[in-house]
């Protein structure tokens, strides 16, 4: 199954839930469309998307589901009812949020996490993490892939500005599992940069798929 997380570019295809961009149809044509231009896969948000996304390609998606749960700093896919939902969408791999902040008062363990994922669902699982530490826990757990998403997300990187290079050699170095480079990346050398230092992929997505908010940054400069 190590064969699913794909190697090279993969596109995140999102848009803020107010943009004309947030529906399924449209999502789907951006995916489809990164998947022509060669694309090795992509990362999708909500099970209405996914499920939309899996009707027109075939490669690898990687499946999150953004939850705001009340007292609970964990978000991307904090729950194993949020795994199963984007798993049964159509996700071949399962992103969750792997920092080492707390967790769902009902699901505050996250080795029982992803080895529910892998047992109950059959499906890899990607840790997004935000420092080191949180990704040696998260492969000690069982991910199968570790990604620097969070970086410059949490409290504990909060001044620091993403891509994570520094942090994504250092889990190069440190550990033997795949490791993908995701926020931040606004170029394709930067993309290129995270491929030299180590990583097996590397996720872009405002750069290519955020038009609302590239929009906006040009309507400010310009004002």
């Known amino acids: 199954m190590i064969s699913q997380i794909p190697t090279g570019l993969i596109v995140s295809c999102q848009a803020p839930a107010d943009s004309p961009l947030h529906d399924p149809i449209v999502i789907a044509a951006m995916a489809r469309t990164a998947v022509n231009r060669g694309a090795a896969g992509v990362r999708i948000d909500t099970p209405a998307h996914i499920a939309a996304v899996r009707q027109q390609i075939s490669v690898p998606i990687i499946g999150i589901w953004k939850q705001q749960l009340p007292g609970c700093e964990?978000?991307?896919?904090?729950?194993?009812?949020?795994?199963?939902?984007?798993?049964?969408?159509?996700?071949?791999?399962?992103?969750?949020?792997?920092?080492?902040?707390?967790?769902?008062?009902?699901?505050?363990?996250?080795?029982?996490?992803?080895?529910?994922?892998?047992?109950?669902?059959?499906?890899?699982?990607?840790?997004?993490?935000?420092?080191?530490?949180?990704?040696?826990?998260?492969?000690?757990?069982?991910?199968?892939?570790?990604?620097?998403?969070?970086f410059g997300y949490t409290v504990e990187t909060q001044n620091l500005r993403p891509p994570g290079f520094e942090l994504l050699a250092q889990i190069v170095e440190k550990l033997k599992v795949p490791v993908i480079c995701e926020g931040g990346i606004a170029s394709p050398e930067m993309a290129k940069k995270a491929l030299d230092l180590g990583a097996n992929a590397v996720v872009v997505g405002t750069d290519i798929t955020g038009i609302d908010i590239k929009v906006a940054a040009y309507i400010a400069f310009l004002r």
């Open 74 to 150: 964990i978000y991307i896919t904090p729950r194993f009812e949020d795994a199963r939902a984007i798993a049964d969408s159509g996700s071949d791999i399962i992103a969750i949020d792997a920092t080492l902040r707390n967790r769902p008062v009902a699901e505050p363990d996250l080795k029982t996490l992803i080895a529910r994922i892998h047992n109950e669902l059959g499906k890899l699982v990607m840790a997004d993490v935000d420092t080191i530490e949180a990704a040696i826990a998260a492969a000690e757990a069982g991910a199968d892939t570790v990604g620097t998403t969070l």
